[in-house]
């Protein structure tokens, strides 16, 4: 039978978990909350943006113009992996890791034996893991999230496309959890560069007759910029609120799997006093019996 | 008319407005009541809204404006 004291001191060690696991799942909630307003914040900006830039495509041929749609042959490519400054988010950020890996193993093993693939990292998970391999390792910015706001974001897409326009990249994807609930996250790995042209609505043509300025083209060419830079920021606040609710679930699994802990080790703390309990009353009458006789 | 200012995070300005003047790429211009439709790209400076009760200014980075049927949208990167 377990010590007595061994198995009370078990159970204050466990306790102590579920305070902290518990507490961990709250903060988690009120930054999910928070997460998620940004994203409904930035939806009305994405749909609006990409309406428009449908509605200048609609009657100009804009699929061929621009740097950032030129389709080049795949020399080199750059993955942007998105993970969390923090772990303890359940699978959120292996899952990740396993994606991205399969990419640089599978889809993309010829670029990587020329050398010319390149992962950036966003989140310290990420570049924990892939500033290792130096060959792979483009750099990180692992501080977008101290203050997650478009701007910055839009710096990083800044960089991206300047390197795809002066031919350093022929190619790029970003690979994030896309939001579906607290408890589902979706892997996605989506091509940022080069873009694919906007659809074109036949139909409507005749009722918007809009005047443009400057110029058709030039507008295109104005909000393609743009709705790269709204790309990037939806994937980084999708993977930013997919992170709390990972975080989120698994801590709310943790404290149930703690309390059943807690409930067996009561349980084997009760038995283990009954018997001690029951060995003092068998020697106490054992005692009382040997004086009698 | 009404007027919709989004920015990427956040909605700066939304309701119903008498006039709109906007840093066009192609210079400023005002946007009135029954305004043919028009999208034009915008560089950094005022939009100057005028509605009922006043008016109010908002600095822009960049953006696009849409007009069409007496609806105004102005999207910047950043106000």
């Known amino acids: 039978m377990a010590n007595l004291k061994e198995v009370r001191i078990r159970i204050t060690s466990v306790n102590s978990t579920q305070q902290i696991?518990?507490?961990m799942k709250m903060v988690a909630a009120a930054k999910l909350r928070r997460a998620q307003d940004a994203i409904?914040?930035?939806?009305?900006?994405?749909s609006?943006?990409?309406?428009?830039?449908?509605?200048?495509?609609?009657?100009?041929?804009?699929?061929?113009?621009?740097?950032?749609?030129?389709v080049r042959p795949v020399n080199k490519v750059l993955i942007v992996?998105?993970?969390s400054n923090r772990g303890?988010?359940?699978a959120f950020n292996s899952n990740i890791i396993r994606t991205v890996n399969r990419l640089i193993g599978d889809t993309y093993k010829d670029q990587v034996k020329a050398g010319n693939l390149k992962v950036l990292a966003i989140g310290r998970k990420a570049s924990d893991f892939y500033s290792k391999?130096?060959?792979?390792?483009?750099?990180?910015?692992n501080d977008v999230y101290s203050n997650l706001n478009f701007n910055s974001v839009a710096t990083i897409a800044e960089e991206i496309m300047q390197e795809f326009a002066n031919g350093n990249y022929d190619k790029v994807v970003v690979v994030y959890n896309q939001f579906k609930n607290a408890a589902v996250q979706y892997v996605i790995t989506e091509q940022l560069l080069p873009i694919t042209p906007p659809e074109r609505k036949e139909a409507t043509k005749a009722v918007n007759d809009y005047i443009f300025e400057p110029s058709q083209e030039q507008i295109v060419l104005d909000l393609i910029p743009k709705s790269i830079k709204t790309q990037l920021y939806k994937a980084i606040l999708d993977s930013n609120a997919s992170e709390h609710g990972a975080r989120m679930t698994a801590m709310s699994k943790a404290t149930d799997n703690a309390g059943e802990l807690i409930k067996e080790l009561k349980l084997q703390y009760n038995k283990a006093r009954q018997a001690a309990i029951t060995n003092e009353i068998l020697e106490i009458v054992a005692g009382a019996e040997a004086l009698k006789g | 008319m009404f007027l919709e200012i989004i920015t990427p995070d956040k909605k700066v300005f939304a309701g119903e407005v008498t006039s709109v003047m906007v840093p066009g790429a192609k210079g400023q211009f005002q946007v009135?009541?029954?305004?043919?439709?028009?999208?034009?790209?915008?560089?950094?400076?005022?939009?100057?809204v005028k509605t009922a009760s006043g008016t109010q200014n908002f600095d822009v980075k960049g953006g696009v404006?849409?007009?069409?049927?007496?609806?105004?949208i102005v999207l910047a990167e950043s106000v």
Do not use: C, F, W
């Not at chain 1, 100009?60 to 740097?67: F, H, I, N, R, T």
């Not at chain 2, 009135?32 to 100057?48: C, D, E």
């Open chain 1, 21 to 23: 696991t518990k507490a």
């Open chain 1, 40 to 46: 409904i914040q930035m939806r009305p900006y994405a």
């Open chain 1, 48 to 70: 609006k943006l990409k309406e428009i830039l449908e509605n200048v495509a609609e009657s100009v041929d804009a699929s061929g113009s621009g740097v950032y749609a030129k």
């Open chain 1, 81 to 83: 992996a998105v993970t």
């Open chain 1, 88 to 90: 303890l988010a359940g």
């Open chain 1, 133 to 141: 391999n130096k060959n792979l390792y483009a750099g990180n910015h």
């Open chain 2, 32 to 48: 009135l009541k029954n305004h043919a439709p028009i999208i034009s790209t915008l560089i950094n400076g005022k939009v100057k």
């Open chain 2, 65 to 72: 404006i849409e007009v069409l049927k007496n609806k105004v």
